[in-house]
């Protein structure tokens, strides 16, 4: 079993573990523990989460970002409830259907400019409340930050929150990159969820640096009822709970999690700064977490691919995304950058 | 983070981490990876698990059971098929209603004296072929070893995969336990599933040594189109997966499997000898692989869960399961002999 | 478009449509109604269930029976409880699947003698409150008049009912023969329902004369709510609803449901009676409401089955059943059961 | 039980019954027929779609339109696959998310600008065939004529078949009013159907003056298995078949169809000349089937919906929609019409 080590910016999934994730891992492997969560690390996690998102959260590990979704959706939802969201959202283009497959349930989608909803955007699916034949939106969730390398301010997170709320809807937050949101903004993450009221959030720790781990953090119970059985009937219940609750312990410790999306938001933004300075080569979205949108010829595209993994976002526009993680060092975002430079020159001449 | 060290007999999935496991996880653990399975460990696993299914079998990692079960049985099945078990069964008693929540899948469940359905215990519900009105009975799931801790010879599998197939039907084997029962049964893998007609298995790992991790392992891709996608739509796909299969590949690895597997057997009928030598505790199932079924005085029971933890299996009859895993030691399996003795001594006085 | 006219003994659903319930849907085929339930036919029909109910009850019609079931049971199940049932219900063996293919729910069975759950009987599957494990019993669902031709009396429908909400379950009763259970205690609509603690009706029409039209009668507004979107949701709601509340509101004008229902019980009584004189064979359940299950030699079972049409129950046993339907004469009976003396003296000599 | 007639533009289905239609159940109704399809008058159905759609084709009589598409939708996918509609379909915005709901379905929406998809506008959804993050594309569904008064060519429906068939995706057909389509084509129905390549179609009853009744005509009975089973466990499986087959055979009988169709599509086309007429009403969509949507002034619309029921389309544009149907008479359209210029007299003045 060998694997040679290589270095990219396809993704922050792409990445390994952090060291101090893996002794956390190590650590609690000592002797048995109660299984399915009533286990001593389990019940230290859930302390610490309630120390980030207050005394009233709960949180419930679950192995990845699609679960976290789907059952916290669940539990927000009645049966006859659907979702609003984003079109570009995760939930929606990038889970193979999961939410509809394995919940039935039903997303209105909204088309955005960058990945962002904002309470006029949601007034275009948020209707139809009491008619039969329309599915009836309950839930309203947004990605923080966003697949687009968005970022939504606290005071647009409030917006959507109060707007949503007096249309009788809950919020969701995805937040696969919610470390990358909160150091970006310089808050906390109670700042943007808790605060301003949002009622769920899926909680990431896998791109963040675990091996595998996110959770669903319930910030006001009430919305959201029966997370610990739909995480069981939704298959995302672990039964060595400890080794997942470990990991998100670890990134709760000594601040790993804010040392891990500080830098790699950082890591963007210098190549980001490399990058502008090459002529032809256009940075076309905000870089405001740990994601780079930029517009390459195709040729060079083509030709620096075989160089650094990395994924082609749009086929039609030559639009590419470059992922920083925790693990990106200074030298990779340099050789990368001097690398796009060498074939941006190749292809002018 | 404390863990203080404890031991017990509740469950096999009480245990902690194979040490060989933990190492093959910080062994991968450098640098970038594809996500989601395309990665060099996952590939390296696949060819470990042909070695033990035959070339043509396909293996598709997973978190846990659970997943493995009713990812398998939504590929087995067409959307108006039912599956067939035993009312014992796991997928039946302890999903939390996963197969019918997540995946639309109706249960016909045959009481069974043993935890083993037979050909002709199958035909009690394999019937109605052709009538809308029966939900249409599509595949035959056993367990293997079996939740009351039985076992299937190999010609006992084989019959029903001839007599299921003969149906028309395909078999399923939920091998949460495989490795106990290949140990037990002095065999490989492929004996009892490939060799005699098995067309997809539940690989487990977890309650093996690893940490979490199982393998849908698809001996015939003919009857199981679309595990694939299934798994994504599922929540099962890892995004970091090389660290799934790495664990899974440590089992294949030096026999790990078999002697994690011939330990925890041996640790219980070390225990069944034991405690067969104590006057007044009936052990009430064969001990075929590493669970011992005893009946005890509710009395003494109360006593000895305040000492060692294990599980009451039936309130009404006082029988109860002690699971032995791959860390039972034998001074834990006499310690827990002892303990029974003085318990019953205490009564009888 | 002809259609030779014949007679049997197979269902009360291969009967016809009642002269008077055919007039009612003429007479409200004028000018155009608002589709989908906001006509004034179809509130005619709420004011007359309430009359039957209570005044809080609510009605929905709906297309079938099965549609009937799913619905309530949907509507009166949080995503992840179960039904508890009798194995004999329909809803278990007669729907397809339904309840899990297309609501997700699991149920939990109950092998019974006679179709008819009891307090103790319900207690072995109503536990395990509280475990993810066990998917949750959130309700208890029973047939009246049963599948097996039985009758719960008013006492055990309010035993059933007490321990039921006692376990914080509710009840849901499958009356698609409901009208022959009324007329065979004596008694109305809710003096085994609205007032012994009964949540939700499936009010069955089409067994008892109309052409198609069942309603879900929700008679604890509190134990179901959602039944509107979820009759949408599940396929269940006419456009021209008038058409099918005229059906239900038939039933209900002059008694009719109770005229239907009486008789085809007097005609099973009789069927009784006669065939009670008939050497060899055996009645082998009580006869309580429309069906009447006997055990004939098969060879004779074959001979009738070319003369009068009607379905082996249990083709291991012998086990026939006989159905009596609103159109059943007297003379239908007596040719019937004169056939079956012939077929038996046959047999003899 | 009465039921003041009165008269509108609101929807076809806020008609009644075509007085053929009911002769024809009161026709069939005689005696016992066999139940749940077996029954002579559905025979008689399968041969007279066969002569529509060609003898390869089986006929599966419905409820209702949600349950016609739910069911073919189902039959049409595999597990993972998701259904390509346009964002305006009824599937998408008016089944209460039934296909979600009830079977798992994902749909990729397209906005389109009159209701139609094109080869073009399917591709921006028909991609990512084999990558597991994406809900596989597996069927097209157009509706004809559509949710917006538009129809398909004959060669615009082939077009979208060969694209779709060189997906190797399938082609759905919802024909709520295929009737309507066929006679505004001058066609019969296979010449848009099965002579151009689309697999299933949802065949339209109760907007074309039956009571209820719909059909799932498999046109290509290998792109559908599962019709039979798929319309039991979606509840769509009626009891008294007969009398639903009955109302679909008396519009294939004397081509009553064509006469409902081609009256209610003349009535639009006299209601479109009449309004265009009218000074500051604009007709804003092709009148091509049995619908007119206009624009009118916001207060105009108020006071003549005092008078005439119909709905606005989007209340922002002012957009209303005017609805024909089988029993609209000329009397009706004029009466209105001059009733529209009234009231747009009273708004100029």
Redesign the interface.
Known sequence: ????????F??D?????HPEV?D?????????????GD???TA?LASAMQAQFGPQAEAFPV?????AN?VAL??MT???E?VVCATSAHVN??????P???????LW?IPTPDGKLTPELIDTQAWGFGD?????PGVVTITQSTELGTLYTVEEVAAIADHAHGLGMSVHLDGARIANAAAALGTGFREFTTDVGVDVVSFGG??NGT??SEAIVVVNPDAS??V?????????????M???S?QL??LL?DDLWHRNASHSNAMARELEARVRAIDGVSVVRPVQANAVFAVLPPTVTERLQKRF?FYTWDQATGEVRWMCSW?TTLEDVHSFADAIAEEMSAEAS
Do not use: C
């Not at 610990?228 to 060595?240: E, G, H, I, T, V």
């Open positions: 079993m060998t694997s040679t080590p290589w270095r990219g396809a993704s999934n792409y990445a390994g573990i893996l956390a891992i190590a650590r609690v492997n000592t002797g048995h523990q109660v299984a399915y286990d001593d690390v230290e192995f990845n970002g699609t679960g789907v669940q539990a009645k049966r006859w659907a283009v990038d889970e193979g259907g999961a509809e497959h394995g919940a039935g349930l039903k989608t039969v034949h329309r599915a009836q896998t791109k091996m595998l009822p029966g610990d059985f739909l995480r069981k009937s939704s298959m995302q219940l672990a039964s060595k400890r080794f997942v470990a312990l670890a410790t993994r693990d």
